[in-house]
């Protein structure tokens, strides 16, 4: 460049840094919004349609306040709702996000916390009050509702800026009303993924093509940190869309706008360290989840590997259509319905010569890539971490709807050179289509509900599609299809929730609400009565965390990140405990003494040895709603104990009564047995229209069908004195069987929850010389019960119950005041037959004890609690902390990485702030060498116009920038 067209450069970026410079700060904010407004404010159309119309489909569901209904419906029902009640009483209260005692015993909630609440969403349940979480959860359901459609918009005006902006927010609607989005709305935490993909996806391409990385470390980090499990199905798709769109356009220029060479290599190289600083920001919420993992979810279930197909084609092009829902349980098929004219629209991409047959070569295969992961077994698992779901299939499946949307959005672009035998052969074939489908007479596919509405959708798109070929506008042709497609998606989304209330069944408010309110003044009052550490329950439940909600200690629980081992040893209590959840069924004043259950709370005068504190609820003298009783033989959370009981072994016991009975006998260093629960000899066992085998250590016995009511009769004899009669049959294979005592009913046996100790009749019902007639009756083809199950049935004797357990209670942990769930600190006194402190927290290796300011090793005992011996005897401090390394390694990384994405920017910036300096005199050396020709440098005049920053601050380029040639640090 010559000396006299560098002086003019200099001389026009002055004058235009001079005018820059008088113009006042406010002017240029208000400028900058009025030009920000008038670029993406039609895409609020975006937000609010999808979300209007998802809040009239409520209406119709009769959700309140325009009926009794609610939106709580199968795990948000049962476990999430009551998260969110926790994760509000944390923010209100200053909890903690790290443990939980409202979870079985105690147990780490964090990994709660990753798993279903770490979106940003969460935090609008604390600004609702008491009594309105059903609102606040719909209010968040529209957010993100809205949420889809806008950021799908962003992607379709960034990526498509020549669009019609009211298609651009027809296509969004279509995105935000998938049936995968309404359907697994109740799966809040999935949904935040599906609103950060056209974000990733952005991200992806604009790294691809400039080198533009902010978009995509920021919001696939957000995605991670939102929910770990889809982030993790993000972080694949990552990967297979950057290979795809390199494949899809390496050859028209797109990828490679800026002429980079070894843009392959580059690309790639880019895209991992990204990807890795993104997961890096996302650390702490995934050493976290891990460590939550290794509790048991990991060997929660037994996955097949072998390879099979899971769903015939046909099936799956079933779920393309309006009013298709099948189910959300095991069997069911993938949601991948996103609108009738999308399905017009894609076939019409791959025919259209506007596109390279690169790109539709490559876009096939990658749906192809989906289809085939739905179908095959071992795919499928992959995409969900190794791991068969456990209902709700195919969680990906939005990714499919999103790239089929994004090519349908392509095709309408240039609609007006489609030929109009292709959209009349594409509606015929689909016609076609759904003629055969309906031959086949799917279940999921009604005649007026799927085929009929997709019919008359196929046909009016049809029209309106002519209408856009003829149309000399395409706005006109644009607003009577977006109409169309409020209504299809209106009724589309309406069926898939009267299908899945039909399904699993939504709750009604009052269910919720009501329970709440019955149960909470008890809990505050006792709250107020007692500012001490206690475990407290409740012998009625709503669902299995009703102790979130009430914010109290209990060992009721249910959830996904599950301690197998609490489960297990609840289990070998007598309570009702399996699979991911325990309840508190099966109580006995032994069990609820052992755990520190101080206070129980029942809806019926309870007969246990208990003190009666209150009784709350209707005025009626002998009718009360909620009855609280105070266990004064309640351990405390820590008890110094012999030091036998780590000779214990749970699995040498077949029964409850057994196993705790040798618990306290080793508890106190007893070398005789203290039976607490006596056991009743049988008289006689008879059995009626049964054949008995023997099989795997247990005595089978199979239903003869031919006789009457397949039985077994056990008769015991009855105890003297006013005792409660207890019962368990073991069983490794439980078989559900109707129970009868003395010919009446006594409810149901090895059932879901009731797989426990029951009682046997009321308290001193029966007298000595009586018998105890016990029949079960088969109610499936088996019966399996224990072959080394000596004993049945026990009685509890309460005067030694009462002796043994105020021994047990004197060298209990003193708790002191400040306490929280996370750290304790008080006294404990040890003596030199008893220096094994023996705690009922599930074992965490996070837990930390310090004993007069030592820190001590910890050790599990009975294969599921915490326990140290503390060598000299005398009184000690004794302090608790929890704090996990997994948690404290992952907010190193995550701090660390954030760092080190600020300090990219910073360098970034600085790098385009020097090189829009010398911008005007000429382009700077890249970082990647662009192939810039000297002649193609640009005017003095030009050169002047660079100068003025054109770039949106989301650091995506406006479309004036993608024609002008850039360096890679610009």
């Not at 049936?179 to 999935?190: C, E, I, L, R």
């Not at 539709?360 to 698992?381: C, E, K, P, Q, Y």
């Not at 047990?808 to 750290?823: A, F, K, N, R, V």
Request: charged share 20%.
């Amino acid at each position: 460049m010559d000396e006299k067209m560098t002086v003019a450069v200099e001389e026009a970026s002055d004058v235009v840094t001079a005018e820059k410079s008088e113009k006042p700060k406010k002017g240029k904010l208000k400028s900058r919004f009025a030009e920000i407004k008038k670029e993406y404010g039609y895409l609020s159309a975006a937000f609010i349609l999808p979300a209007v119309i998802m809040f009239l489909i409520y209406i119709a569901m009769e959700v309140f306040p325009f009926g009794d209904n609610s939106v709580l419906v199968l795990d948000l029902n049962g476990q999430y709702v009551y998260f969110f009640e926790a994760l509000r009483n944390i923010i209100r209260d200053g909890g903690t996000l790290l443990y939980s005692f409202s979870r079985a015993l105690g147990g780490e909630f964090l990994g709660i916390f990753a798993y279903y609440l770490s979106s940003p969403f969460s935090v609008l349940t604390a600004l609702f009050p008491d009594g309105m979480m059903t609102e606040a959860l719909l209010i968040m359901f529209l957010l993100k509702c809205g949420s889809c459609g806008l950021t799908f918009g962003f992607y379709l005006h960034k990526t498509r800026p020549n669009a019609n902006k009211i298609a651009t927010v027809m296509f969004s609607m279509m995105y935000a009303l998938t049936s995968y989005a309404v359907v697994q709305q109740h799966n809040t935490m999935w949904i935040d993924c599906v609103i950060f993909l056209p974000l990733v996806t952005l991200g992806i391409e604009e790294m691809i093509k400039h080198g533009k990385y902010k978009m995509f470390v920021v919001f696939l980090a957000l995605s991670i940190l939102s929910n770990f499990y889809i982030g993790y199905m993000v972080c694949i798709y990552v990967a297979m869309y950057f290979f795809y769109y390199l494949l899809a356009h390496s050859t028209d220029g797109q990828a490679n706008p800026l002429g980079e060479k070894n843009h392959f290599l580059r690309s790639f190289i880019r895209i991992a360290l990204y990807s890795i600083v993104a997961v890096g920001i996302a650390a702490v919420i995934i050493l976290s989840s891990y460590y939550s993992l290794t509790f048991g979810k990991t060997t929660f279930s037994n996955p097949n590997y072998a390879v099979g197909q899971q769903y015939d084609f046909l099936d799956i092009i079933t779920k393309l259509f309006p009013g298709s829902y099948d189910t959300v349980r095991p069997e069911g098929l993938p949601f991948i319905y996103c609108g009738v004219f999308a399905l017009l629209m894609a076939p019409l991409y791959f025919l259209s010569s506007r596109f390279s047959i690169r790109e539709r070569i490559a876009t096939g295969a990658l749906l192809a890539v989906f289809v085939v992961s739905f179908n095959i077994t071992v795919i499928d698992m992959f995409w969900h971490g190794m791991q068969r779901p456990n209902w709700l299939n195919c969680r990906y499946s939005f990714m499919f709807c999103f790239i089929l949307l994004v090519i349908a959005a392509k095709a309408y672009e240039f609609i007006k050179e489609a030929k109009p035998t292709a959209i009349l052969s594409v509606s015929a074939i689909y016609v076609i289509l759904l003629v055969v489908i309906q031959k086949f007479d799917y279940k999921s596919m009604p005649d007026i509900d799927a085929i009929w509405i997709s019919l008359i959708c196929v046909i009016a798109y049809l029209l309106a599609s002519y209408s856009a070929l003829r149309s000399v506008s395409i706005n006109h042709s644009s607003m009577i299809l977006c109409v169309l497609i409020c209504l299809e998606l209106f009724t589309s989304g309406l069926l898939n929730l009267i299908g899945l209330d039909k399904d699993v069944h939504f709750s009604s408010r009052p269910s919720y609400v009501d329970y709440i309110a019955q149960w909470q003044p008890a809990v505050d009052k006792i709250e107020l009565y007692d500012n001490g550490f206690y475990r407290m329950e409740k012998t009625s439940h709503r669902k299995t965390n009703d102790a979130m909600t009430l914010d109290f200690n209990g060992l009721t629980n249910s959830t996904s990140t599950l301690n197998k081992s609490t489960i297990d040893f609840l289990a070998d209590m007598g309570l009702s405990s399996r699979s991911h959840w325990s309840k508190y069924l099966g109580g006995t004043p032994v069990s609820d003494s052992i755990l520190g259950l101080k206070y129980i709370l029942s809806e019926q005068k309870m007969d246990e040895p208990y003190e009666l504190l209150f009784a709350m609820g209707t005025e009626s003298a002998d009718e009360k709603d909620v009855y609280a009783y105070k266990n004064n033989n309640a351990m405390s959370l820590a008890t110094a104990v012999s030091s036998d009981i780590n000779s214990i072994n749970p699995e040498d016991y077949y029964n409850p009564m057994d196993y705790m009975n040798a618990l306290v006998t080793a508890m106190l260093g007893e070398s005789k047995t203290v039976e607490l629960f006596v056991p009743l000899d049988m008289k006689s066992m008879t059995d009626a229209n049964v054949d008995l085998t023997y099989v795997s250590g247990h005595k089978k016995y199979t239903a003869d069908k031919s006789g009457g009511d397949p039985r077994i009769q056990y008769v015991f004899k009855a105890p003297e004195g006013d005792v409660q009669v207890y019962a368990y049959f073991a069983t490794t294979y439980p078989r559900e069987c109707s129970m009868k005592v003395n010919g009446l009913s006594n409810g149901t046996y090895f059932g879901n929850e009731t797989m426990r100790i029951v009682k046997i009749g009321e308290k001193g019902e029966f007298i000595s010389d009586d018998s105890i007639e016990i029949t079960m009756t088969l109610n499936e083809d088996v019966l399996y019960l224990a072959n080394d199950s000596s004993y049945y049935l026990y009685y509890l004797d309460e005067a030694l119950y009462e002796a043994v357990m105020s021994k047990l209670t004197q060298c209990g942990y003193e708790i002191g005041d400040g306490h929280s769930e996370d750290h304790f600190n008080g006294t404990i006194t040890t003596t030199a037959d008893r220096h094994t402190v023996f705690t009922t927290i599930p074992y965490d290796q996070g837990w930390n004890v310090y004993v007069d300011g030592e820190k001590l090793e910890i050790y599990e005992t009975l294969d599921a609690l915490i326990a140290f011996d503390i060598p000299n005897p005398g009184e000690h401090t004794l302090e608790m902390r929890y704090l996990p390394k997994q948690f404290v390694i992952g907010l190193i990384a995550s701090v660390v990485f954030t760092l080190i994405f600020i300090a990219f920017c910073v360098v970034d910036h600085m790098k385009r702030k020097k090189s829009s300096e010398a911008r005007a005199v000429y382009f700077p050396l890249p970082v990647t060498d662009i192939e810039t020709p000297a002649e193609k440098l640009t005017a003095p005049e030009e050169a002047a116009e660079i100068t003025e920053p054109s770039a949106s601050e989301d650091g995506t380029p406006t479309e004036e920038e993608i024609d002008t040639p850039k360096t890679e640090e610009q």
